[in-house]
Nanobody, 111 residues
Framework: QVQLMESGGGLVQAGGSLRLSCRASGTIIEISPVYWYRQVPGRQREFVAQATGGGNTNYADSVRGRFTISRDRARNTVFLQMNTLKPEDTAIYYC?????WGQGTQVTVSS
């Protein structure tokens, strides 16, 4: 059993930055990829970023160049550094690993 706990969300002005964290408890298989997704109420959850077990990263076109995903294996934690935030980045952000999801953390970007 794995539990994922996100933190770091909040309210920020457009152009600002936030760093989200996702700490995992339980047995973690390091070769499995980890993901960040986001969801706006009334819309489908959408992919934001992926960090593979081999160290590669992938991003949605809408965040590429602004967001950076990283893993700290020693602390079983995944980060999402979000820079140059835009109002359209406002959403609940979720960490995802294998069959598991976190509870989400709200990010609100004001214009």
């Amino acid at each position: 059993q794995v539990q994922l706990m996100e933190s770091g969300g909040g309210l920020v002005q457009a152009g600002g930055s936030l760093r989200l964290s996702c700490r995992a408890s339980g047995t973690i298989i390091e070769i499995s990829p980890v993901y960040w997704y986001r969801q706006v109420p009334g819309r489908q959850r959408e992919f934001v970023a992926q960090a593979t077990g081999g160290g590669n990263t992938n991003y949605a076109d809408s965040v590429r160049g602004r967001f950076t995903i990283s893993r700290d294996r020693a602390r079983n934690t995944v980060f999402l550094q979000m820079n140059t935030l835009k109002p359209e980045d406002t959403a609940i952000y979720y960490c995802h690993y294998r069959a598991y999801w976190g509870q989400g953390t709200q990010v609100t970007v004001s214009s």
